[in-house]
Each structure stands twice: as C-alpha cells, then as structure tokens.
C-alpha cells in the first residue's frame, strides 16, 4: 500500500475543494493507503472543533473521525495559520495536530504522490 | 540518504488570495525540514513564477502600509537568502510589460548572494519535470 500527502490552502465553506480533498483522501484510506493530510491557510478552518452539520453547508467532521479510527489517516493543521485565525490549541479536534509548515514538506518525503490543491 | 525535490509553482496574483505567500513560506520552511527527516535525507524545494504569479516578485510593494501586513517581496528576498532556485517566466513578464528592473532579483542589501532567473517557460517545465512533487499555489 502506499502513501500520499494531500496539502490543501481552501476553506471550508465557500469552496469544494476541501471536500473533494477529504472525499480522495477517504477513498485512499477505504483502498488501505496511508494519507496525510495538511491543512494550511484557510483549510485550517477545518481544525477548529464544535461544527454544526446544516444541510446546505459542509460537514466533514464525522468523515475525518471515521479516517482517524482506522490508523491509516493523519491530519495536521498549520499552528500558525490557525492562530492567526483565533483557532488555539484547545480548539483543536481529538486526534489533529498542529505543526509548523516544515512538517508538510517532510510528509512529501516519504509520499507515493502529493496532491497539493492551492487556495482559491 | 536522498532527496526528494519539490517544485512550488506559483501562478496567483499577491494579496488577492492567500495562496501565493503560503507558497512562500511553505518553500522557505524547507530550510528546517530536517528535524522530522532521517540524517542524510533532504526535501530540495524550487519557486517558479509563472501567469498572474510574477506579480509577486514585484518591487516597491506597499502592503505594510496597506495593510499592515509584510509584503511578497519580503518573502520573495528571503527565498534568495536561502539555497532556493527562483525562476521567473521570460513569456509571462513580455505580456505583462515587465522587465528585471520591476523586479526583485536579488538579496544584496541583505548579504544574499543567490539570483532570481528569468527563464523562457521550458526551462520551468525542465525543473517541474525534473521534480519528485509539483505544488501549484
């Protein structure tokens, strides 16, 4: 099995790209592959506990749960770009962790493929 | 002991989106990346500005009195002052009236000794064919 790093700059609400990035990201898990997934930019607003599922907003909180579970899914965000947004430490949901951006790079090292999906 | 290289390719205006200076510091990140690799492993990362994104190596920014943030051109001095390749697309700064003059092209006042290149477009290409990753920001 392998290995891919996925880094994503989008945010949460207002663009489908971070979906499609979780969407991929669980069908490499589902087939047994490692991912890890970076967060940086925007997509830090994934890493920020207590979302609310609406109908007509994202939700991918459940979907990162169910990837965590299987020890074959890490999920990082970027420490500073989430403290610039007002997102510390104890907003963090179980599982994620904060790092800086040196440890995206070190993911690529080691990967199979790297999808990077800029911001918009 | 290897080396993995990574290509960062900007093509995103500055300011407009955050993705150009992510693309920045993520590339100058990979001065520290050793602390989570093995000895004798290394990540090589290159900057290429191409379409929209020469606009970030532009001179005479002003987003500190703006906006009260650091500029691109910062950050783009800063590449210089590490062992980062930076390429500049020839094609891209023709069509946009730009010329070497417009831009930042190297750290001296800062004791850097590395230099911006502006390059024709298939000599980006090369660097990204030569690349383990690509990073379009």
Redesign the interface.
């Known amino acids: 099995m392998g290995k891919l790093t996925i880094g994503t700059f989008s945010s949460l609400v207002g663009s489908m790209s971070l979906d499609f990035a979780v969407k991929l990201a669980e069908a490499a898990v589902k087939k047994g592959h490692n991912v890890d997934f970076w967060m940086s930019g925007n997509a830090t607003m994934l890493a920020k506990k207590g979302q609310k599922a609406f109908k007509d907003y994202s939700f991918l909180s459940k979907t990162l749960q169910e990837m965590l579970a299987t020890g074959n899914f890490n999920i990082t965000a970027c420490e500073a770009c989430a403290e610039a947004r007002g997102y510390h430490k104890e907003d963090c949901p179980e599982g994620f962790q904060r790092k800086s951006m040196d440890w995206y790079l070190a993911s690529t090292f080691e990967a199979d493929r790297v999808l990077h999906i800029g911001g918009d | 002991m290897?080396t993995?290289k990574?290509a960062f390719v900007v093509r995103?205006l500055p300011y407009k989106?955050?993705?150009s200076r992510?693309?920045l510091?993520?590339a100058i990140?990979?001065?520290?990346?050793e602390?989570?690799?093995n000895d004798g492993?290394l990540?090589e990362?290159s900057i290429s500005y191409v379409g929209d994104g020469v606009f970030n190596v532009m001179k005479n920014q002003q987003a500190g009195k703006h906006y009260g943030i650091t500029t691109n051109e910062g950050h783009a001095k800063n590449t210089l002052l590490l062992d980062l390749k930076v390429l500049i697309c020839k094609e891209d700064l023709d069509k946009f009236g730009l010329t070497e003059e417009n831009l930042v092209m190297d750290a001296d006042d800062l004791g850097g000794d590395m230099k911006a290149n502006i390059v024709s477009y298939s000599e980006i290409q090369k660097e990204m064919e030569t690349a383990?990753?690509?990073?379009?920001?």
């Open positions: 290897a993995r990574l995103s989106t955050e993705a992510l693309a510091t993520h990140s990979s001065q520290t990346v602390i989570y690799l492993d990540v990362a383990d990753h690509l990073l379009f920001c």
